[in-house]
């Protein structure tokens, strides 16, 4: 028996199963589970990351090698810098890393004036031996973190910063360098503070550093560096990966600032004036499951009427023209709606979602409503689609692990 869905319904379900949805802001969604060739390098051919070169050559970057592109095609999505990474996905940033790590980079890396400088980290292994800095912080999106390596002083230096926001300020641990040989950098933390915008002085990270003899040394291998200077991959003394970058994939800085909600329209306008002229062909709508991370308008007070619309959850994409919605709606229970798309124009396709359902364990309620949408595709890779809907709404769509399904 179909359930006959009215406004008077729709306002019902809301306010009953799913308050916590609404928002009087731009939605949001931070998932929890995510140059030119020098020096002898390997690899000459240089990969254009997705349907094209995504290297922003108004910043005078490089495009990185074909397996260094492969790392960060890996990386991408992965949320919590590796924190909430799945199995799958820590094997693909292994292979990937052992490739690059196989090739060998810049020789005797720590030799180089390409180790110089601020790197930031993109991701990192966390097994149980890592330090405190790294538990408390490393995992939070919210936060940027970064390594820099000054050896050509009269203070040699490594240090640890975790950049809470551009107004709030930030944590520096830093630590005593010197070289051992080309590859490693031994280390040992003396002192540590917090630099607040609001405050003129700096206040101490309450580590007594001195107490802790041997466990405040370690040393850290560079494995791999590239010719461009802006990759790089460490491990450490605890048995830690680092993947470090100084200039990173607009994709990356794009998933980046939606994890932080600052500016995130700007950010997706920028994103997609890169790319606007790059491809004049086709988008595909790709085949997978795509989590909603972001739209540019809120959502409404109804939570069935956000989900038949696309306005949250997830979409899943199948090669036979097929596309199901899914919104987890409270703990057990799931809203689904299938339909059909078509392709319309050049980068457009139709929608018809005509069979919709509640589903609670193995029962399903069906629902009996229709929504028709136009779905424009403004860019589309294997791991990340920004399209305009329902009343010109732009989303951003990340591609999740499993898209099989």
């Not at 405050?199 to 494995?223: N, S």
């Not at 200077?229 to 970058?245: A, E, H, I, P």
């Amino acid at each position: 028996m179909a359930l006959h869905i009215n406004p008077m319904n729709i306002r019902l379900l809301s306010s009953s199963l799913a308050h916590s949805t609404r928002s009087s802001t731009p939605r949001t969604l931070v998932l929890r589970s995510p140059g030119s060739s020098r020096g002898g390098q390997r690899g000459r051919n240089f990969f254009h990351i997705c349907r094209s070169s995504l290297v922003d050559e108004l910043e005078g970057t490089s495009a990185f090698t074909a397996p260094e592109a492969q790392l960060i095609e890996a990386l991408i999505g992965i949320q919590g810098r590796g924190r909430s990474a799945s199995p799958e996905q820590l094997k693909e940033v292994e292979r990937a890393v052992q490739t690059l790590e196989g090739l060998g980079g810049i020789p005797d890396p720590t030799g180089s004036e390409l180790i110089e400088g601020r790197w930031q980290l993109m991701f990192t292994t966390r097994p149980g031996t890592a330090s405190p800095i790294q538990r408390t912080f490393v995992g939070v999106d919210f936060f940027s973190v970064f390594q820099e390596i000054y050896l050509r002083t009269n203070d040699p230096r490594v240090s640890n910063v975790v950049v809470f926001s551009d107004a709030l300020g930030e944590l520096k641990v830093e630590a005593v360098a010197s070289m051992k040989d080309g590859k490693r950098i031994l280390f040992r933390f003396d002192r540590a503070a917090f630099s607040f915008k609001f405050l003129p002085f700096k206040v101490p990270y309450p580590v007594p550093f001195r107490l802790l003899g041997d466990e405040a040394k370690g040393w850290l291998d560079t494995t791999y560096l590239s010719a461009s200077g802006n990759l790089r991959v460490s491990r450490g003394n605890k048995g830690t990966t680092f993947v470090l970058q100084k200039i990173s994939d607009p994709r990356q800085r794009l998933l980046s600032d939606i994890s932080k909600g600052k500016d995130v329209k700007e950010a997706v306008d920028k994103f997609l004036s890169i790319n606007q002229n790059q491809d004049s062909g086709e988008i595909e709508l790709v085949e997978g499951e795509w989590k909603m991370i972001w739209s540019s308008q809120m959502e409404t007070e109804s939570w069935i009427e956000n989900a038949a619309n696309g306005l949250m959850g997830s979409q899943i994409i199948r090669k036979n023209g097929q596309i199901k919605f899914v919104v987890d709606i409270i703990p057990g229970f799931r809203f689904s709606m299938i339909g059909k798309f078509v392709r319309s124009d050049t980068n457009s396709y139709e929608l018809t979602m005509d069979d919709a359902a509640i589903i609670g364990g193995p029962f399903g309620y069906p629902v009996q409503m229709e929504t028709k949408l136009t779905l424009k595709l403004l860019y589309s890779d294997d791991k990340i689609r920004i399209t305009r809907g329902y009343r010109d709404i732009v989303f951003v769509h990340l591609r999740l692990d499993g898209s099989k399904k």
